[in-house]
């Protein structure tokens, strides 16, 4: 793939989703006593431990890095308007909910969670507008197709 930035924001993408994905399916309760991590809890702020809940999250976000991979592999425009769109759909919601509910959190964590969040809007929005202006084929120039 010739288009650097792409990768980069997929990967972005990738890394997040597969992180948070891994902990939440595999370690929920330490997912919600510890995520972020470095002494800052922002899902038990939240409401009590739902074991079924935090694991289906983790699953969920499994399933968007699977596809966010498949873009970074096989980069063809669609893939990457579609990771970049399913990921946006997940993100944006998620996003709004956490900025109406700053309350829970301290100063520095309203502050990290919010910036953090607002990332995770920011990357697909930023993929969606550059596969928007490329022709068709460009990200996948080079590749034999199927």
């Given at each position: 793939?010739?288009?650097?930035?792409?990768?980069?924001?997929?990967?972005?993408?990738?890394?997040?989703?597969?992180?948070?994905?891994?902990?939440?399916?595999?370690?929920?309760?330490?997912?919600?006593?510890?995520?972020?991590?470095?002494?800052?809890?922002?899902?038990?702020?939240?409401?009590?431990?739902?074991?079924?809940?935090?694991?289906?999250?983790?699953?969920?976000?499994?399933?968007?890095?699977?596809?966010?991979?498949?873009?970074?592999?096989?980069?063809?425009?669609?893939?990457?308007?579609?990771?970049?769109?399913?990921?946006?759909?997940?993100?944006?919601?998620?996003?709004?909910?956490?900025?109406?509910?700053?309350?829970?959190?301290?100063?520095?964590?309203?502050?990290?969670?919010t910036a953090s969040l607002a990332v995770t809007v920011?990357?697909?929005?930023?993929?969606?507008?550059?596969?928007?202006r490329q022709p068709v084929d460009s990200l996948a120039?080079?590749?034999?197709?199927?």
């Open positions: 793939m010739r288009d650097t930035a792409t990768r980069v924001l997929l990967a972005i993408l990738l890394v997040d989703s597969a992180l948070v994905g891994l902990w939440a399916a595999l370690a929920p309760h330490s997912f919600y006593d510890d995520f972020p991590g470095a002494g800052r809890h922002w899902v038990s702020a939240d409401g009590p431990f739902n074991e079924h809940l935090v694991r289906d999250v983790g699953v969920l976000n499994l399933a968007l890095a699977a596809v966010v991979l498949a873009a970074l592999v096989r980069p063809s425009r669609y893939l990457v308007q579609v990771a970049a769109g399913a990921a946006l759909i997940y993100a944006a919601p998620h996003f709004l909910y956490h900025l109406f509910h700053l309350d829970l959190y301290e100063a520095s964590d309203k502050v990290l969670q920011a990357v697909p929005v930023a993929l969606l507008v550059r596969t928007w120039q080079g590749r034999a197709r199927p």
